[in-house]
C-alpha cells in the first residue's frame, strides 16, 4: 500500500483542516472568565466533547449550530454555571469563524494536484460554507451530517462517503480517509474498510482534548503530526515511483 495508489482523499474537517480547539476556546475561555470558573482549557474541552458526542448521538437530524447551543448549556449545568440563551448562540454562530490550522490550505492545494479531495465533516452546509472559505480549496465533494441525517462516528456517514465516491467511479480501496480523530473517524472508517491517515495534531499533547478517547483500539495505517507532512510524504512517494 502506497500513498500515491490512491484516487481520492476524504477528510473530516474539524479537528483536521479547521483549528476547532482554538474556535472553542475563543468563546468558551472568557465565558469561564466572566463566570469566575477555575477552569483550564483542556478541561473546558473535554467536558464539551463528552457533551457534543452524547447530543449529536440523542438528536442525529439537529443541525450543527443547535448542538453547539445545547452543548454549551450542558457543560454550564455540569459546572453549575447556567448558560443563557445568547451565551449558547454566540458560540453556535463562532464555527464560521474558527480558523483554519497554517498548514491546512497550502498542503490542500498540494494534494489538489494528484488526488479528488472529499469532505466528510460533523457540520452543517452553513457552517461549513464559512471553513470552506477560509480553507481556499475546491472540493470534489462535500458530505456534512446535515446531508447524511447523522453524525460521525455513526457508521451511515462512511457508507454515504463509499456510494459518493462509487458514484465518482472511486473504488473503495482507492479512497484514503485522513483525520485527526480516531473516535470519530478512524474506528468508523477501519470498520467501513477504508485506509485511514492519522494528522495527529495532539502528538505533542496529553489527553484527548475535545474528542473523546475510541471505545476500540485501532491502528491507523499512517501517522503524521502535520498536513504539511502528509502532503510532503505524498509529494515523496509519487516521486519515489
Not at 78 to 94: F, H, I, Y
Not at 194 to 202: E, M, Q, S
Not at 217 to 236: G, I, N
Request: overall charge negative.
Amino acid at each position: 500500500m502506497r500513498l500515491s495508489g490512491f484516487q481520492a482523499l476524504s477528510f473530516d474537517c474539524y479537528g483536521t483542516l479547521i483549528d476547532w480547539k482554538t474556535g472553542l476556546s475563543a468563546v468558551l475561555r472568557p465565558w469561564a472568565r466572566d463566570h469566575d470558573l477555575d477552569i483550564d482549557d483542556e478541561r473546558l474541552l473535554a467536558a464539551y466533547g463528552r457533551h457534543e458526542t452524547r447530543i449529536e448521538v440523542q438528536t442525529p437530524t439537529a443541525l450543527y449550530p443547535e448542538v453547539v447551543a445545547r452543548t454549551m448549556m450542558a457543560v454550564g449545568q455540569d459546572l453549575g454555571v447556567p448558560v443563557s440563551r445568547a451565551e449558547g448562540e454566540r458560540l453556535a454562530a463562532s464555527v464560521p469563524d474558527w480558523p483554519a490550522f497554517p498548514d491546512s490550505h497550502d498542503a490542500l492545494v498540494s494534494l489538489a494536484e494528484h488526488y479528488k479531495l472529499i469532505v466528510l465533516s460533523n457540520v452543517d452546509r452553513v457552517s461549513f460554507r464559512g471553513s470552506n472559505q477560509r480553507l481556499g480549496v475546491s472540493f470534489t465533494e462535500i458530505i456534512t451530517a446535515e446531508d447524511v441525517g447523522s453524525y460521525k462516528p455513526s457508521a451511515r456517514n462512511f457508507e454515504v462517503l463509499l456510494a459518493r465516491a462509487a458514484e465518482r467511479g472511486i473504488g473503495s480501496d482507492r479512497l484514503l480517509h485522513v483525520a485527526q480523530s480516531l473516535f470519530h473517524d478512524h474506528v468508523p472508517a477501519k470498520a467501513a474498510g477504508l485506509a485511514t491517515v492519522w494528522i495527529n495534531r495532539r502528538h505533542n499533547r496529553l489527553g484527548w482534548g475535545a474528542t473523546p478517547a475510541p471505545t476500540t483500539s485501532v491502528t491507523p495505517d499512517w501517522e503524521f503530526p502535520s498536513m504539511r507532512s502528509f502532503a510532503e510524504a505524498c509529494s515523496q512517494d509519487r516521486a519515489a515511483r
